[in-house]
């Protein structure tokens, strides 16, 4: 048993390691099924960036269904790309599948609608005729003050929007899939190419003749020319176009592998190992804590490696190295990052759990953030021109993120050493010397970084707007977390607060931090404005609830925690027939401590 607790780790890296493999693994078309995997790779414009088609396909479906597969009519899940196709070829089938999310009262009651709980998706067909009273309805709420929608207003306008962008895909106007006859022409769409060889009756154009062949032989269930199209036009874009097609194909490699997603299933994974491994300390005799605690750091580093490498790879498709963040998106995936390296920096240096329970927790939560801020459409599009500069979005932009990071860190240990000190009975005089620490040196690290991209932001803005400072929501949100941390810093090098203390602080420094990530935004003002979302704003509402219920955990009196025995009893209480305290050796001057191994040496308390 013993010999196989030395394993378990290995053996469930190993474990993650076969799965990344498995997914990692294309998937197979024999010669009786249509190559759907290679159509997705044909790159067409889209938004300013060339782009596969399955990318085009994958984030409208996300924008109009919140989700990148859909169910057919024989409720079997189906790609994407199949979406795509569909729309195009076949629109009686497309027009049937559920896929427009619709969650509104009012405009259910306005389209004639039945709500459909835990689904909320409705076909074209049940609301297509419709489609005037939708725009007109979308026209009207638009010319009101965004401040001043109110929900049904928002909720029209976004519908109009999601089914104008299907309109545009199965009336083939959207994306740009036709390329130019000459280097540096412009692409186009594939009705204007249509219209074009109608007019010149099927002469030129054979890039755009072959996406229409294909698109014919798809719609006759053609599978065996459809294939041979196919890969003559995969091989011809591929000598026009070596560069773009490659990294095409690779985004195409990146949507299939979706390592952010397996990023947050194995961040998941590692929780449960780090709960597991807690638990079992309690129980000594079954000596599977350790075993359970390495299982986890080590999963976590595997997961961190596939983490680092999604950013890279995401550097590469938007020609854009050592910029890590550009969007929202981005920012959430990278907070992640920085958080998980943080957590397992901690791990490896006091190895008592709470490090892989920092990873973990931060991680998985940071990509459900992503996860949310990716219905907004393609998650490789540069937030604003404004900040289109490599070297401010490299250093600037890096330092607040990680910043962000550092903060959240010393929330979560904050949050744990609450937690722990209230509901449970396992916080012992160690383990609050541990929290404290670390709590100690993150929020060092915290300031530092804040402050530093603080102080860069402002160079930029200089040099972009002609100001240091503007007092823009967004840079104020900056300096409240470098105010914030830094008065963290102060009460606890002032006496006024001891790890309680550091540890309400560094909670309420989750909030003031999700108020500048998120909240400025919001506002809808300054130059910063962007990434306006109702479920942000929902979702910050719902965080900075939690962290109040957390506080009052904090303030509540300490003989009320639960590990009020094992926490307060740090110091020996002084017994009444105690020995007088040795005298210091001669010559040694008083006032000043022993040291151990002298005379008069108390070690005092943990």
């Known amino acids: 048993m013993k010999d196989f607790a030395k394993v378990f780790p290995w053996l469930v890296v190993g474990a993650g390691v076969l799965v990344l493999i498995f997914t990692m693994m294309p998937p197979s078309f024999g010669p009786a099924k249509m190559n759907l995997q290679e159509f997705g790779s044909i790159p ?142 412009e692409w186009q769409p594939l009705l204007l190419a249509l219209v074009e060889l109608r007019r010149n009756q099927g002469q030129g154009a054979p890039e755009a003749q072959a996406l229409l062949l294909m698109l ?180 600037h932009v890096t330092c607040v993120t990680l910043g962000y990071a550092a903060t959240f860190v010393a929330g979560l240990l904050g949050i744990l050493y609450i937690v722990l000190g209230v509901a449970t009975p396992i916080m012992d005089q160690t383990l609050a010397k541990v929290l404290k620490t670390a709590l100690y040196a993150i929020v060092c690290f915290a300031t530092l970084l804040s402050f530093t991209g603080t102080v860069l932001g402002g160079i930029w803005a200089d040099q972009s707007w002609g100001r240091f400072w503007g007092w823009d929501p967004k840079e104020n949100g900056a300096l409240l977390i470098v105010i914030w941390n830094a008065l963290i810093l102060h009460a606890r090098w002032g006496g006024m607060v001891q790890a309680r203390g550091m540890a309400v602080l560094a909670v309420i420094g989750n909030m003031v931090t999700g108020w500048s990530w998120f909240g400025t935004n919001q506002l809808q003002v300054g130059l910063h404005s962007y990434g306006f979302s109702n479920t942000l704003a929902f979702g910050l509402v719902i965080g900075w609830g939690l962290h109040a219920a957390i506080l009052v955990m904090g303030l509540l009196p300490l003989r009320w925690w639960a590990s009020h025995d094992t926490l307060l009893t740090a110091r020996p209480a002084p017994l009444k027939d105690a020995p007088p305290r040795a005298e210091p050796p001669a010559g040694k001057p008083r006032g000043k401590r022993a040291k151990r191994g002298e005379a008069g040496y108390f070690p005092g308390p943990a």
């Open 44 to 185: 067409v414009v889209d938004r300013g960036r060339m782009k596969p088609l399955d990318t085009v396909a994958r984030t409208t479906l996300m924008i109009i269904s919140n989700r990148q597969q859909y169910k057919d009519e024989n409720g079997a899940m189906q790609p994407a790309i199949k979406w795509l196709l569909d729309a195009m070829t076949r629109r009686d089938t497309a027009q049937k599948l559920k896929i427009f999310r619709i969650e509104n009262d009012q405009v259910l009651a306005l389209l004639g609608l039945e709500a459909r709980p835990g689904s909320y998706r409705y076909a074209f067909d049940e609301f297509g005729d419709k489609r005037d009273l939708i725009k007109s309805q979308a026209i009207a709420a638009q010319k009101i003050k965004p401040d001043n929608q109110d929900i049904y207003q928002q909720k029209i306008i976004e519908l109009a929007r999601h089914v104008e962008l299907y309109v545009q895909l199965a009336n083939l106007e959207s994306p740009l899939m036709v390329p130019p006859d000459s280097p540096g022409g």
């Open 216 to 395: 014919h032989d798809y719609s006759q269930h053609d599978v065996k020319r459809f294939n041979e199209t196919l890969t003559d036009y995969h091989k011809q874009m591929e000598k026009r176009f070596p560069a773009e097609t490659g990294r095409t194909d690779f985004e195409l490699f990146f949507n299939h592998f979706e390592p952010f997603y397996l990023c947050t299933l194995l961040y998941v994974t590692v929780f449960l190992l780090a709960i597991f491994s807690f638990l079992l300390a309690g129980f000594s005799w079954i000596g599977w804590s350790e075993s359970f605690g390495r299982a986890a750091f080590w999963l976590a580093v595997l997961t961190l490696l596939v983490h680092t490498w999604a950013l890279l790879a995401r550097m590469y498709l938007m020609e854009r190295p050592f910029v890590v963040v550009t969007n929202l998106y981005s920012s959430a995936v990278f907070i992640g990052w920085g958080c998980v390296v943080l957590g397992l920096l901690l791990e490896w240096l006091f190895r008592r759990g709470i490090g892989n329970l920092v990873a973990s927790v931060l991680g998985a939560l940071t990509m459900l953030i992503a996860h949310h801020l990716a219905g907004s459409g393609d998650t490789l599009e540069m937030m604003q021109a404004v900040l289109d500069t490599n070297f401010w979005l490299a250093t």
